[in-house]
Structure formats: C-alpha cells, structure tokens
C-alpha cells in the first residue's frame, strides 16, 4: 500500500508535447511538493501546495503548472517540452510543520528526445 | 547559489568501520536539519533529524553532529552495514512560513563487505 506514489514511473516524450505527472498520497498529509533532480543530481523544490492552496512557487517556467484537485493529489502539467526538462520528478507530502521531513514518491524519470 | 553542499559525491568504507558524511551550508538562518537515504530506482526516504538548538543526535547506529558556528553538519554510521549503501542527502530549512527543504546534492556511499 504505497503511501505516496507517482506514474508513470518512466516518461519518454519528444520536444513539444504535453505531458502530465500523477501523484496521489494516503497519509492524510496536508501538504503535497514538488521536485526535480536534474542531471547534477541537485534535489530542486518547484512548487508546494497545502490544502489545495499554493504555498510555495520557486522560479520554474510558467511551462510547468500544478494542479491539485484535492488535498490528496497533486499533479503536475508540463506544456512544449524541452530537452532541458530531462529529469527526474518527485513528488512529496508531510504534515504542517514537516520535522520528520517529507515522503517521498520513487520519481518519474521524463526523457525528452 | 548552492545554500547546502555535500563537497564529497562518493565515499567506501569497510564493513563495520564507521562512515562519515559531511554537508556544510551557508544559510545561518536554517535551524532544521535532516539526513535522507535513497536507494536506486525509490525516492529518499527520512533517516534522522536535528534542530538547531542541539549539537547532537542518536538513533541507533545513526548519529548527527552539528557545528553551528562551523555551519557544518556530519552523519556517523556506526557499525557501517552493506545495506547501508545507498545515497546520502542532507537538507536544510528556516522553521517558519513554508519549511521549504534546501537539499545537498548527496554522498554516494559504498559498504564493502
């Protein structure tokens, strides 16, 4: 019973296309995230919800667009792919405040060819 | 601007030796810290914690040290196991507002047995 889980595990799309991340947690978390680990292995945070409400909104390109329906789905729409959007994608979830940090998904690895 | 760092990408150690891994950071206002095991293939999972008022913290073999004036954190693995292999990250965070998570870009380390 996965408590936070993503798909497609493995995304390969062309330039140009649209694509969408599915996450969805069962923990009864409040709060839902977003990161990218990029091919420098750095672990980015994009975006983060709590409640359904914006939290926090790093500097991504309007490409990007969350969407949370519910406070237990957070998904995440890519518009015109890049090469650049290459990366794996995590999504998170934690309580308010998180000081035991965050769950993570396993990632979804986007290759854009 | 690379608030937290973990200056060393890869470390081996023998099996039952101890295995340190080091993260700095340059944020004087981050007062949370934690350490993240990731495994290939699965999202970091949470290891230990440590808030800014303390210099240590235990949890079995794991154990955090934090030198705050250094701005220097370590992890000790003490006795270091081959499961232990895996992926070390180090995060960071302000304990107000968003509790945006600041990751380094991990330690690869490698139990011989």
């Known amino acids: 019973d996965t408590a936070v889980s993503q798909t497609p595990k493995y995304l390969v799309t062309q330039m140009g296309n649209d694509k969408s991340i599915k996450c969805e947690q069962n923990?009864?978390?409040?709060?839902m995230y977003w990161y990218k680990q990029d091919s420098k292995k750095f672990l980015k945070i994009m975006f983060s919800?709590?409640?359904?409400?914006?939290?926090i909104n790093e500097t991504v390109p309007n490409r990007f667009s969350p969407k949370s329906p519910d406070k237990a789905h957070l998904n995440l729409h890519i518009n015109s792919l890049e090469l650049g959007d290459s990366a794996v994608y995590f999504c998170?979830?934690?309580?308010?405040?998180?000081?035991?940090?965050?769950?993570f998904g396993s990632g979804t690895r986007l290759t854009v060819v | 601007d690379q608030q937290v760092k973990q200056n060393s990408p890869s470390l081996s150690v023998q099996e039952g030796r101890i295995s340190i891994l080091n993260c700095d950071y340059t944020n004087s206002m981050f007062d949370y810290f934690l350490w993240y095991k990731k495994y290939p293939a699965e999202g970091p999972t949470f290891l230990i914690s440590i808030s800014s008022i303390k210099d240590k913290n235990e949890d079995g073999r794991f154990t955090v040290f934090l030198n705050k004036s250094a701005k220097h954190l370590s992890l000790h693995i003490v006795p270091s196991q081959p499961g232990d292999s895996a992926v070390y990250f180090c995060a960071a965070s302000v304990t107000s507002g968003t509790y945006k998570y600041i990751f380094g870009t991990g330690t690869r380390l490698k139990v011989l047995a």
């Open positions: 923990l009864g978390h409040d709060t």
């Open positions: 998170a979830s934690s309580p308010l405040p998180p000081i035991y940090g965050y769950t």
């Open positions: 919800y709590n409640n359904k409400e914006l939290i």
